[in-house]
């Protein structure tokens, strides 16, 4: 179904200001009829007070970036978009199957909700009768941390923030039950389906873009490009329901509770052990420059023995976690 734009129904003003001076007419119709025993004009002034009120019934308002779908007897009829006061046939109703949803989002569809008891039947309706205008306003839903296995099978915990907006009410209203819970439920699926192709770090021999090629892609390290990958899926995903993902982004990522001290203990493992590399190669590389200088300037002669004994002191030195506490030896090698 096609949305209809209403564009030509801004006379609201001039329907309320003719509609009140007819009422103001029939009272005094009704009055002068009494006065002057002319029963015909207080029986037209009378009937047009019974039902004259009826064209308010058709006065609608529309602030920026909210629209209204509009049915006559079950049949679509169009959708009011723009700000401004409109007139539309009174008996029309408009539709809005997502009015009473809740969303953990900001800017919610809607109007401010009228602060009534839950279990009150007159509340309910009332809130519902303020809130049939679909807002088409960019807003935001943080959807529920999910623990979700990724490629290597270990279980995170991941959040996201979705932001969206409707485009074509049409679609949000009759293509599916209720636009706002099926937007939850998409990306609740795409999140699944993006999240098991990547590991939490890099691990080696992982395909994660499916080309068939290792890759270094990870949960940690490729955000922008895993958070542009679902927000492609869930636009997929609500295509047909009249939606537009803007943007998705990822609030939350860690390891589940159950591993994640063994996690934590590994990453730990192998900054140590990068550390450690890092530490002697630039050992290694300092000892070889000390010999190299005191040979070049021949300060001193030094044997295999000497140069064995010195390389382990300077690399205790150099490697340890420690200070250095030297010992002075007062006699010779031999």
């Known amino acids: 179904m096609n949305e209809k734009v209403i564009s030509k129904r801004k006379n609201g003003m001039s329907v309320l200001f003719i509609t009140t001076l007819l009422l103001i007419a029939a009272v005094f119709a009704v009055i002068y009829g009494a006065d002057l025993e002319k029963h015909w004009l207080s029986g037209i002034g009378v009937f047009w007070l019974c039902i004259g009120w009826f064209p308010y019934l058709g006065l609608k308002v529309l602030k920026p970036q909210e629209a209204l779908v509009l049915t006559l007897f079950g049949k679509y009829k169009g959708t009011l978009k723009g700000d401004g006061f409109y007139f539309v046939?009174?008996?029309?109703?408009?539709?809005?199957?997502?009015?009473?949803?809740?969303?953990?989002?900001?800017?919610?569809?809607?109007?401010?909700?009228?602060?009534?008891?839950?279990?009150?039947?007159?509340?309910?309706?009332?809130?519902?009768?303020?809130?049939?205008?679909?807002?088409?306003?960019?807003?935001?839903?943080?959807?529920?941390?999910?623990?979700?296995?990724?490629?290597?099978?270990?279980?995170?915990?991941?959040?996201?923030?979705?932001?969206?907006?409707?485009?074509?009410?049409?679609?949000?209203?009759?293509?599916?039950?209720?636009?706002?819970?099926?937007?939850?439920?998409?990306?609740?699926?795409?999140?699944?389906?993006?999240?098991?192709?990547?590991?939490?770090?890099?691990?080696?021999?992982?395909?994660?873009?499916?080309?068939?090629?290792?890759?270094?892609?990870?949960?940690?390290?490729?955000?922008?490009?895993?958070?542009?990958?679902?927000?492609?899926?869930?636009?997929?995903?609500?295509?047909?329901?009249?939606?537009?993902?803007?943007?998705?982004?990822?609030?939350?990522?860690?390891?589940?509770?159950?591993?994640?001290?063994?996690?934590?203990?590994?990453?730990?493992?192998?900054?140590?052990?990068?550390?450690?590399?890092?530490?002697?190669?630039?050992?290694?590389?300092m000892v070889e420059m000390a010999l190299e200088r005191l040979n070049e300037n021949n300060v001193v002669e030094l044997d295999e023995e000497r140069k064995a004994a010195m390389v382990s002191n300077l690399l205790v030195v150099l490697c340890g976690n420690h200070d250095a506490q030297p010992i002075v030896n007062s006699g010779s090698l031999y």
């Open 89 to 285: 046939n009174p008996f029309c109703t408009a539709v809005n199957p997502a009015a009473t949803t809740k969303l953990r989002q900001s800017g919610d569809v809607g109007d401010s909700p009228v602060k009534t008891s839950v279990n009150s039947l007159n509340g309910k309706n009332a809130y519902e009768m303020m809130s049939r205008k679909i807002s088409l306003k960019i807003m935001t839903l943080n959807n529920n941390r999910q623990k979700i296995n990724d490629c290597l099978g270990n279980p995170i915990e991941i959040g996201i923030a979705v932001t969206w907006r409707v485009v074509d009410t049409a679609k949000a209203v009759f293509n599916v039950d209720n636009f706002k819970e099926y937007l939850s439920l998409q990306c609740d699926t795409a999140l699944r389906n993006i999240v098991r192709l990547y590991p939490y770090d890099v691990a080696p021999n992982i395909d994660t873009t499916g080309d068939g090629i290792a890759d270094e892609g990870s949960l940690r390290g490729s955000s922008d490009l895993v958070a542009a990958r679902i927000r492609d899926e869930i636009q997929l995903k609500v295509e047909n329901a009249g939606l537009e993902i803007v943007e998705a982004r990822i609030t939350y990522l860690a390891y589940a509770p159950e591993i994640a001290a063994v996690m934590l203990q590994r990453q730990q493992a192998s900054a140590i052990i990068d550390a450690r590399k890092m530490i002697v190669d630039g050992a290694v590389g």
